[in-house]
């Protein structure tokens, strides 16, 4: 059978982030980035569509987007780039946002929450994906929900969206025919759907180590390979936890964006938020027990070491006692004047030998 080919655990690398020591002492709602993506271009997307339409329209600046909250069909609105806090500032004014709000959007370290306004919704959430040479990615994502418009925040480009936008070009399924808060749904559900995918590379990734434990192909970087497996499922539920309280509130919100229609495609990502948490909960059980494993097996390593040793020595014991003896300087030793007795005693010691290794086989200790 051919080996199982052993995963890659990525380098942790550690990144400067804008320390949140910057908010220290600011104004309550003055928009201050805190993250790591400081040379992030700005890019502005946005796709207006409805059941008959649908434009897409890359924008060279932020004044361009200001009409499409006043427009009449669904307007998505995707801003890259959270360093340019001038540029959300400006679109957070022109479209009511509340400064806090600002003020959040640009703070990667806020949370995953959701806060209700009279005339929008404000949701927080994590965007996840693994990257081979980076590890685990952890993107800020902001959502605003407007009565027929959803503005994303994100911090760079790169997002998990490209099936939500599939489905917009194809008019593929009910998202051209709904309002703004289905499009709303099918951001966070696809955000939702991919912590599956994360999910089978971390299950993955576990099932390559508990084969090495048990296959005893332990090595000196698998406690690091561990750790690291630790802080990732770790820092994976810090995100996720929050979600079931989120949707929960979105749902009992009764908020004038949010429509009956919607409830029961919510209901349905309650309970794929749960299913994700139980999973994550499960992994994090089964990472915490693999150190277990590990010292079990490194454990029975040294007891199979010492238990060689222990035998070498108990044999060499009573052979060590002979050749003491008739190693003493002492003039009148009996059989020193034996003309064979120095083949007798190695024929004796031998024996002895022979018979241990016989015990201690019929002991099934070797």
């Known amino acids: 059978m051919a080996a199982k080919k052993k995963i890659k655990t990525p380098p942790r690398i550690r990144k400067k982030r804008l320390s949140a020591k910057a908010t220290i002492g600011q104004v309550p709602g003055v928009p201050v980035y805190v993250g790591h ?20 329209r890359h924008l060279s600046s932020i004044e361009e987007a200001y009409p499409f909250v006043e427009s009449e069909p669904v307007s998505w609105i995707n801003i890259n780039g959270l360093s340019h806090t001038s540029v959300i500032e400006k679109i957070g004014k022109r479209y009511g946002i509340h400064p806090l709000v600002v003020e959040d959007i640009v703070n990667t370290q806020q949370r995953p929450k959701v806060e209700e306004f009279q005339d929008h919704l404000f949701v927080v ?8 040479e980076k590890g685990l990615i952890v ?22 969206f490209d099936p939500v936008r599939t489905r917009l070009r194809g008019d593929k399924g009910v998202i051209r025919s709904m309002r703004s808060d289905y499009l709303l749904y099918a951001l966070m559900d696809a ?18 180590l508990e084969d090495q434990l048990f296959e005893d192909q332990t090595s000196e970087e698998m406690p690091t390979e561990i750790q690291s497996l630790k802080r990732e499922i770790l820092r994976i539920r810090r ?36 299913q994700v948490s139980e999973s994550i909960e499960i992994y994090r059980e089964m990472t915490w027990s693999l150190m277990d494993m590990y010292m079990t097996a490194i454990s029975n390593k040294m007891n199979t ?43 004796i010691m031998l024996l002895i030998f022979l018979a241990m290794l016989y015990y201690f086989r019929r002991k099934k200790w070797l």
Do not use: C, W
Not at 139 to 160: C, K, M, N, P, T
Not at 191 to 208: A, P, Q
Not at 246 to 262: L, M
Not at 316 to 338: Q, S
């Open 239 to 274: 995100a996720i936890s929050p979600l079931r309280e989120i949707v929960s509130r979105i749902e009992k919100s009764g908020h004038p964006n949010i429509s009956e229609k919607i409830m029961l495609y919510l209901s349905d990502l309650q309970d794929h938020i749960i």
């Open 139 to 160: 993107e800020h994502l902001s959502l605003v929900l407007g009565s027929h418009y959803v503005i994303s925040f994100q911090e760079a480009e790169g997002d998990v």
């Open 305 to 347: 070491i010492m238990k060689v040793l222990t035998i070498i020595a108990t044999i060499f014991i009573p052979l060590t006692f002979i050749a003491g003896i008739y190693g003493m300087n002492f003039e009148y030793i009996p059989e020193l004047k034996y003309r064979n007795g120095y083949f007798i005693l190695l024929g």
């Open 37 to 56: 993506k400081t040379e992030s271009e700005l890019s502005i997307e946005v796709i207006e569509y409805n059941k008959g339409m649908l434009e897409e």
């Open 191 to 208: 955000v939702v759907d991919y912590y599956f995918h994360l999910l089978d590379e971390i299950g993955n990734r576990i099932e390559s």
């Open 125 to 132: 959430v994590k965007m996840l994906h693994m990257d081979e």
